[in-house]
């Protein structure tokens, strides 16, 4: 079965000091991995995905396969990545398309 | 472009009653999921439509279906609604709905059932 664990509930940062939220998955095969997250009052939205390894509002994330995890990092945190950050997967390729989402990780920035 | 339109936004019904809640994907998405959301379980899958077939089933009970039309809009039905079923029910589409596809969400039906 797949499953995505982040292991910290909440996690308090000062402005500027490294931020990394943790995600840990289990799936057979090579999933498709994705951070999503959600402001106060906005939908969730796509943050990154592994496969474009792009770097997002200074937010990245790689894939380690050996350690199943895709974590998420950003060398100097804002005021503005407070926020619900999930992360997801799904199997590859079209017809599979079911995401499993980790139950989240509320980053909070202290000014 | 336009988001992702969930109505209605907020819904209260009592207990044995059934729901039908409405998702609009984004124009030329194909493929609309349905999600809830508590405060226990997090989001969990619900199903995947795509082309007006369902594709992926998540493990929920029978009483909680739902269908797609021609022009890609979908509907989730609950039905004989138990306390339980009180969350917040989130659809997202996507083009293929394949893998590394973005999923757009929407903001989410608010159920409460009484």
């Known amino acids: 079965a797949q499953r995505v664990t982040q292991p910290e509930k909440l996690l308090s940062v000062f402005k500027g000091a490294p931020v990394e939220l943790k995600c840990n998955y289990s799936?057979?095969?090579?999933?498709?991995l994705f951070w999503y997250v959600q402001y106060s009052r906005q939908r969730l939205q796509l943050l990154l995905r592994h496969i474009s390894r792009e770097s997002i509002k200074g937010f990245t994330a790689d894939l380690n396969k050996g350690e199943t995890s895709f974590h998420l990092k950003k060398p100097f945190a804002q005021e503005e990545d407070s926020a619900m950050y999930y992360c997801a997967l799904t199997g590859p390729g079209a017809g599979s398309y079911q995401l499993t989402f980790g139950k989240g990780t509320k980053l909070s920035v202290i000014p | 472009k336009a988001g992702v339109t969930q109505t209605p936004r907020y819904l209260i019904k009592t207990r044995g009653q059934q729901v039908t809640l409405s998702c609009s994907p984004i124009?030329?998405?194909?493929?609309v999921s349905w999600y809830q959301q508590t405060p226990g379980q997090g989001l969990q899958f619900l199903f995947e439509y795509f082309s007006e077939t369902q594709r992926n089933k998540g493990n929920f009970p029978g009483r909680f279906s739902g269908r797609q039309f021609s022009n890609s809009r979908s509907e989730m039905n609950v039905s004989t609604l138990e306390l339980g079923d009180s969350a917040l029910y989130l659809c997202a589409s996507s083009f293929t709905g394949g893998g590394g596809t973005e999923a757009f969400f929407g903001q989410g039906t608010r159920l409460t059932v009484v």
């Open positions: 799936y057979s095969g090579s999933p498709e």
């Open positions: 124009s030329g998405h194909r493929s």
